[in-house]
């Protein structure tokens, strides 16, 4: 457990990401705040650079490469939003970026990526293993691996999140953050026992997923197969060595949410609070939901991760 | 043209509706600005109560009632957001509200107007006068009636959307503010000659409605047949006696946008910037990409006026 990540890193973060991460806003809806008898702030990362927290932690990864890892490069394997977080960022900060993705990726996450200028390996998921490509590049061409989660300067970064939304709306009883292999949920962990210590801390996942919940409970990491759910930016297997300790010292528990609450929280937010939200980014709300007795007369932060969903198929999901 | 409200209206409209109205956020895109070369600020009335810039003239409106007129109460008659922008003030400050819709309204419509405490009437569309049975009722039961647009508490109150804008981002080169029946436009005018003397201020209608167009160049108010469009916050038959006297004086030009340029840009502003914006509030985009040109270099300014619209149609749009 030594070594860490503090609440200290979390504010470096806030200071390297200053003026390149939107701050976002932080709406609220009467409608919500009626219907749980609470009053409720939704800090809105789908209004992030890249519609997604993603961002946050991959810029401040980036900001801290030295010159010799600046001239070689970083590369990183994702088929979602950390590839694109980390092109982007690196376009920024003048790092040459490469992103393996699988051969079925989505021609427009390919495309995005490529417009960042990130240089794309494609491999296949079914007979190839790109944590091996990777580290293969990695090692081959002298480059930086910044992994999607599980990395100290990844977290912190994520939790300057929840530091934006304590600073701008004050003490919660509650916040609801999404779950899939915890770097948001660990660097707002950090913000949140700084800034809320009182504050009751969820973790939300995927109920088809559900082994942070597990991992939780038991005090081990559980790996499991990836997950069938449409909140496809929590499919993860397993939390990580970085994350688990400090989700399981500072969050209070950890919750699921079906894909049928999702669909209906993503189809409320999109009609009355006009935002498009990725159903991962619907975790948090439909966890305050089940919780409603408790979050009563409460003030209650929920973080919206992102909203990122290919058009077709949040019309697709509006309709179903 | 004397007793015409100033911007001192837009400024006490602003003190009646703090604290009741939100104060929008200003979102800013990248993406935009990039394929614009222009910072450009987005004020998103579709994040306002109610989903559009409605509220802050009904609001207004129904503040600046004296005692008997609360005791009697408002009429209003509209299918759109002006009846639920009414029938919420009014719940708000205790006032009894009467709403006169047509048969064929949207039930979902009729429902949120009834939610919101409000007394509905319907009437035939196609064999009855809704002004009619609107200034019945407001004769017979001593109501107020408060039309959607041509009323000067009504103007000055949308006008204060332009002036938050402008007390957020500072001055602008330019602005672009939907057009239907001038309510919106009048009251944003008087904002920026007020605050932003040297703006370009250009109204935009649905390009198959464009009396304000043709009004604008006449100098007298044209009438036209209810226009074709998806843009249904803008289907009005005419400019109003109060509101073309200010757009004729303070306004710049007046421009146009096809349904399929709103198309494109209500699936931009969804997938790009994940936000929910009904046809309507797409008119300003539109016409900043128009002005590509003139735009480069400079700050822009758009209004994005609402955003409600059934889900099931704006998926079918998104698709279409």
């Not at 089940?290 to 509006?318: T, W």
């Amino acid at each position: 457990m030594q070594n860490l990540p503090t609440y200290d890193d979390v504010v470096a973060a806030a200071d390297r990401i200053n003026g390149h991460a939107h701050k976002t806003p932080v709406l609220t809806s009467r409608t919500v705040n009626e219907d749980l008898q609470a009053e409720v702030f939704f800090k809105c990362e789908n209004l992030q650079r890249m519609g997604a927290f993603k961002f946050r932690g991959a810029f401040n990864a980036l900001s801290r490469f030295d010159a010799e890892q600046r001239k070689a490069g970083v590369v990183a394997f994702s088929s979602g939003n950390h590839a694109q977080a980390i092109a982007l960022s690196a376009k920024l900060l003048g790092i040459p970026a490469t992103i393996v993705m699988p051969h079925d990726a989505p021609a427009a996450k390919v495309a995005a990526t490529k417009g960042y200028g990130g240089k794309v390996v494609i491999y296949d998921r079914y007979t190839q293993d790109r944590e091996q490509i990777g580290r293969e590049l990695a090692e081959k061409e002298g480059l930086t691996l910044i992994p999607p989660y599980d990395h100290p300067d990844v977290l912190a970064g994520q939790g300057t999140a929840a530091k934006e939304l304590f600073e701008e709306v004050g003490p919660l009883d509650y916040l609801f953050v999404p779950l899939g292999g915890g770097g948001l949920l660990s660097g707002c962990a950090l913000a949140t026992r700084a800034l809320a210590p009182d504050c009751k801390l969820y973790g939300v996942e995927p109920e088809a997923g559900n082994d942070g919940q597990r991992s939780f409970k038991s005090g081990s990491i559980v790996h499991i197969d990836t997950p069938k759910t449409i909140a496809d930016g929590a499919q993860t297997q397993h939390l990580g060595e970085v994350t688990f300790p400090i989700i399981r010292r500072d969050v209070t528990d950890i919750l699921t949410a079906s894909d049928s609450e999702l669909i209906d929280c993503m189809s409320f937010l999109a009609s009355r609070m006009k935002i498009v939200v990725e159903p991962t980014g619907c975790l948090g709300l439909a966890a305050a939901r089940q919780l409603k007795e408790q979050v009563q007369g409460k003030r209650v932060g929920v973080l919206i991760s992102g909203g990122n969903i290919d058009m077709s198929r949040f019309a697709a999901l509006l309709q179903s």
